[in-house]
């Protein structure tokens, strides 16, 4: 398997302010190539002379059997399903071709950054070959300072969204598999040396000693830096060393970051040669025995889980407008707490998170059953988790890093799943580590709670389906919960669909009734869990999945959202809502 190859030095960028952007959104020109002949030749070799060379015929006679310049068009960022009747379902390569000139300033480097691409790409630059990426949902960038050109620059990037049974996620999803560059494209440009990555946040269960480091990229590595929290009257200064590092260790007297005062504060990180900001939030997050302690006090995580489907239009969300209709949903509902599923959400919903004061779960498509003994599945699924913990590692509102969903009991998914939370820890001591696990019985009424994966869990997440895929709802008043361990648990799927609209009695499936029955005998089981710290009903809104084709009912969404697709509550929403207003400010019922 391909994994990320780097023809020129691939940076993880931070995305503050206050660095040169250029926006390559808009229009870009496609050709859908589902044969792949813009990329292998007949004998199914790669060819010298794909689509990537973006040629033209020189003369009358010359033979060219594809041209951008007379192709579709379709828009960045976006799926390409949403776009097109004809490629609803499509699943394949397309390629992508944007035109632009840059003037580059001296003394300076150029990156092109992509918020995301689903799932495998391949990117070139004036016909060379700058980098590829596999994973649909976390951002990459290339260095293109030596290809750019002034004028008449060729960026084709070849997306493929094929599903293959090694990759992660695997061939079997209850979600829409959107294909595209799906994110914003943009142009990065930076001094020739840049602070190129820093982490600052409390250290691990303290309330006033920031810890991390900043890294600079570039000839001048040994510089003097400055760390700037203005408003807290902070101003520390450090010295990178030859690799261009520096630890920072300070204590400060700053107001935390919660849901009731989620403060930001202006971060300024100044070298010699650069300077970045960025808004941080500084809080802590831990557990004790069963609790989860935001800041030293327990709190209860009433949440709900969010597919990144776009609010009223479908299609894979991306814009700052989604997140804030998506997140301002939620907190009508009275959440403090999102489970964003199944894999790394667009950065917008993330920094509104911070901005709104809603804690975050952020998670890998390591969903069902993916190859746990392939080598390459787990080098791409530890890379996606590592680009998932680059970018949001200073998010105040990212609590919880999910590495899988639903995953079968086995030894080499153990060690596979043990080493992704080793890996993350080694990245991110700071936050807890979690999981999407699942149940069984041990008599008739006793659910049992005791995955050997919870021994390496800092919270239990828990997906249950009572009422909907396991019996009628009044069953769950009949079930006693346990737990092997002395952990805090989220319940992190529960519920069941409903049609918005479809009414019948409470115990008749897809209507209204049966949904909001399901919810109250739900609610009334998780009230009884004496280790239970969290809740995330499955779902905030109806979203589209290929598994669910019942006409008249589903047609390929499905139905177990609070709120349907086009923004109207079911009465289960307003069930969920009254249970979240029973908790008191402090997030204590
Ligand atoms: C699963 C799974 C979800 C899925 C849901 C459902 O538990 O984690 O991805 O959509 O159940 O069946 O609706």
């Known amino acids: 398997m391909r994994s990320i190859i780097l023809l020129l030095s691939l940076l993880a960028i931070a995305n503050p302010d206050g660095r040169k952007t250029t926006s390559l959104d808009g229009k870009w020109q496609v050709i859908v190539d589902p044969y792949e002949s813009g990329f292998y030749d007949y004998r199914y070799k790669p060819s010298a002379n794909g689509y990537f060379k973006d040629a033209k015929p020189k003369s009358k006679s010359d033979?060219?059997?594809?041209?951008?310049?007379r192709s579709g068009t379709l828009k960045v960022p976006g799926d390409w399903n949403t776009q097109s009747d004809q490629l609803f379902f499509y699943e394949g390569t397309i390629w992508y071709r944007k035109s632009f000139d840059y003037e580059r300033r001296p003394n300076t480097r150029l990156f092109v950054y992509f918020g995301a691409a689903n799932y495998?790409?391949?990117?070139?630059?004036?016909?060379?070959?700058?980098?590829?990426?596999?994973?649909?949902?976390?951002?990459?960038?290339?260095?293109i300072t030596k290809l750019v050109r002034d004028t008449g620059n060729s960026l084709i990037v070849k997306v493929d969204n094929k599903r293959r049974r090694d990759a992660v996620p695997t061939l079997m999803t209850d979600w829409w598999n959107y294909g595209g560059l799906t994110r914003h494209v943009k142009l990065v440009e930076t001094p020739a040396t840049f602070v190129h990555d820093y982490f600052i946040q409390l250290q691990?269960?303290?309330?006033?000693?920031?810890s991390g480091w900043v890294k600079l990229?570039?000839?001048?590595?040994?510089?003097?830096?400055?760390?700037?929290?203005?408003?807290?009257?902070?101003?520390k200064s450090f010295t990178t060393d030859d690799s261009g590092s520096a630890a920072i260790d300070f204590t400060a007297?700053?107001?935390?970051?919660?849901?009731e005062n989620p403060k930001l504060y202006d971060v300024a990180i100044e070298a010699e040669t650069d300077q970045v900001r960025d808004q941080i939030g500084f809080r802590s997050i831990e557990t004790k025995g069963t609790d989860i302690l935001l800041n030293g006090r327990p709190i209860f995580l009433r949440g709900v889980c969010i597919h990144e489907e776009a609010p009223l239009r479908g299609g894979r969300a991306y814009s700052r407008e989604d997140a804030l209709t998506l997140l301002g949903w939620a907190k009508e509902l009275g959440a403090n707490f999102v489970r964003l599923a199944h894999y790394p959400h667009n950065e917008f919903i993330v920094r509104e998170a911070d901005r709104m004061g809603i804690m975050v779960w952020s998670e890998i498509p390591v969903y069902w059953t993916i190859l746990w003994e392939n080598p390459a599945t787990f080098e791409n699924a530890r890379n996606q988790l590592t680009e998932m913990i680059e970018r949001d590692k200073n998010r105040a509102a990212v609590v919880i890093w999910s590495v899988a969903n639903e995953t079968p009991l086995g030894d080499a998914r153990l060690s596979f799943?043990?080493?992704?939370?080793?890996?993350?820890?080694?990245?991110?001591?700071?936050?807890?580590?979690?999981?999407a696990m699942e149940r069984?019985?041990?008599?008739?009424?006793?659910?049992?709670?005791?995955?050997?994966?919870?021994?390496?869990?800092?919270?239990?997440?828990?997906?249950?389906?009572?009422?909907?895929?396991?019996?009628?709802?009044?069953?769950a008043d009949r079930l006693e919960w346990k737990s092997k361990y002395e952990k805090p648990l989220v319940m992190s799927e529960f519920g069941g669909d409903a049609l918005y609209g479809h009414h019948g009695d409470p115990l008749t499936r897809w209507t209204e009734e049966y949904q909001e029955n399901l919810y109250q005998h739900q609610l009334n089981m998780l009230k009884k869990i004496p280790f239970l710290r969290g809740t995330a009903p499955w779902i905030l809104m109806d979203f589209r999945s290929p598994r669910r084709p019942l006409p008249g009912i589903q047609d390929y969404w499905n139905r177990k959202g609070l709120i349907s697709n086009r923004g109207e509550k079911k009465k289960a929403f307003y069930v969920m809502q009254q249970y979240y207003r029973e908790f008191n400010a402090e997030g204590v019922r």
């Open 120 to 143: 495998f790409a391949d990117v070139y630059l004036n016909g060379e070959k700058i980098g590829q990426h596999e994973g649909g949902f976390t951002p990459f960038n290339f260095e």
């Open 440 to 475: 069984h019985y041990t008599d008739a009424t006793t659910q049992m709670i005791d995955d050997p994966l919870g021994e390496y869990l800092d919270v239990l997440g828990c997906n249950e389906y009572v009422g909907w895929y396991d019996g009628l709802p009044e069953k």
């Open 417 to 435: 799943l043990k080493n992704l939370i080793s890996h993350a820890r080694s990245l991110d001591s700071t936050r807890l580590m979690s999981a």
């Open 253 to 259: 007297d700053l107001k935390l970051w919660s849901p």
């Open 217 to 235: 990229d570039g000839d001048k590595r040994s510089q003097k830096i400055t760390v700037r929290i203005p408003e807290a009257g902070i101003s």
């Open 204 to 210: 691990k269960g303290s309330r006033n000693r920031v």
């Open 63 to 69: 033979l060219i059997e594809y041209d951008f310049d």
